[in-house]
């Protein structure tokens, strides 16, 4: 097996549109994960504390894990979560080595702009969806590269979890390349959406928050306490977010055949546990809301446009663990090495063993989806 990390796919300056990089195979170097700008990861309580992250706003980066280069393998490419505005693909939660190995294909992760550097919306100024059209790019350069990788461009899946799940399910409805052919959307919140309204409104909040100073010329901590003030004050889980996103079942990448969508039986139980304390009743209503009802409704859509969707729930719920089926457990079974994912709440007293019997087996139903003809 091989890896490359930090390989850049596109380039942008502030508020500006991404422009595709051509292929470089050269690592940028072993050093410390980057990540766009961000505040402390909040659900570290859950996933145990991420390793630091080198703050850039040039963050548009990949991954890449191959069995090998000579090949022409089925490839997975991993868009992360963290509800907009947290978290990177280079981060130790997204090692792909064991998936990469075990279902002998290939597997990129990608990272892309976040929160206001993301998710902006200023149509008169040409700023919609950047982060989007950020994830969309990776896409292009995927499709275009990853056979120098050992990657088959005919058969690649793009799979993503929470805010990934999300960015999926938006890609679908909007992207009109052949750029993929099969989609995983795992725990995306689709009850979540934001208008163009509620986005013109948290840009007049932002301007206001910068007190007369233009956003552009902002240092970037001074964008993140822009950032801050805004959400502490939108009232919405994910207030920077695709603008408009379409769940209703359109299909627009015309090159996608299969889709799985997946929930988890207790998808809410951290974000009840937060506002809340741990409530069973109220763990049950929000995860239906935000998680269940759209992922069947969007699943139901999928199908009367004549695509071929599969819905998958996970029950397991770790033994010690006060969550349950919770939001994020798939992902520990997936990705990452058993080190990074000690301390983490949601698997409670789990053995090593178990983690391992457990992770083999979900990965194997992932990597069959990938692989099918």
């Not at 280069?69 to 693909?89: D, F, Q």
């Not at 040409?126 to 499709?143: H, P, S």
């Not at 902002?218 to 603008?243: C, D, F, T």
């Not at 010690?320 to 080190?339: D, I, V, Y």
Request: hydrophobic share 40%.
């Amino acid at each position: 097996m091989e890896v490359f990390r930090h390989i850049a796919y596109a380039k942008a300056g502030r508020f500006a549109n991404p422009v595709l990089l051509p292929l470089s195979e050269g690592e940028k170097g072993p050093g410390m994960p980057c990540a766009c700008p961000q505040r402390p990861f909040r659900l570290g309580f859950l996933m145990g504390e991420p390793e630091p992250f080198r703050l850039t706003e040039d963050c548009q980066f990949l991954n890449i894990w191959t069995p090998t280069r000579t090949g022409k393998y089925p490839v997975l490419v991993w868009i992360h979560g963290g509800a907009y505005v947290a978290g990177t693909g280079e981060a130790a939660s997204y090692d792909a080595e064991a998936l990469c190995r075990q279902g002998d294909i290939v597997v990129v992760t990608l990272s892309y702009r976040l929160g206001i550097w993301g998710y902006l919306y200023s149509p008169e100024d040409g700023i919609i969806n950047l982060g989007l059209k950020d994830q969309i790019m990776a896409l292009r350069w995927i499709r275009e590269n990853i056979g120098h990788f050992g990657g088959d461009p005919e058969r690649i899946t793009v799979a993503g979890q929470s805010a990934g799940g999300h960015s999926v399910a938006s890609i679908i409805g909007a992207c009109e390349e052949p750029l993929f052919h099969r989609a995983i959307v795992q725990s995306a919140p689709l009850g979540i959406r934001c208008s163009r309204k509620q986005g013109e409104k948290l840009h007049r909040m932002a301007v206001r928050a910068a007190a007369g100073k233009p956003l552009e010329e902002l240092s970037a901590e001074e964008l993140l306490e822009v950032q801050r003030n805004v959400l502490s004050r939108s009232g919405s889980m994910m207030a920077y977010s695709p603008i408009d996103p379409d769940f209703s079942g359109k299909v627009a990448v015309p090159s996608l055949r299969k889709v799985l969508v997946t929930w988890q039986k207790d998808d809410a139980s951290p974000f009840v546990a937060m506002k809340f304390r741990h409530s069973k009743i109220l763990t049950w209503a929000a995860t239906g809301v935000v998680f269940a009802a759209p992922a069947r409704r969007y699943a139901l859509a999928l199908q009367r446009s004549g695509i071929q969707t599969t819905l998958r729930r996970l029950d397991w719920r770790p033994e010690g663990s006060r969550f349950g089926a919770c939001h994020c457990l798939e992902m520990c079974l997936l990705l990452g090495k058993w080190e990074r994912w000690q301390g983490a709440g949601m698997l409670g007293r789990t053995r090593r063993a178990e983690w391992e019997e457990r992770g083999a087996r979900l990965r194997e139903q992932w990597i069959s989806f990938v692989k099918e003809i």
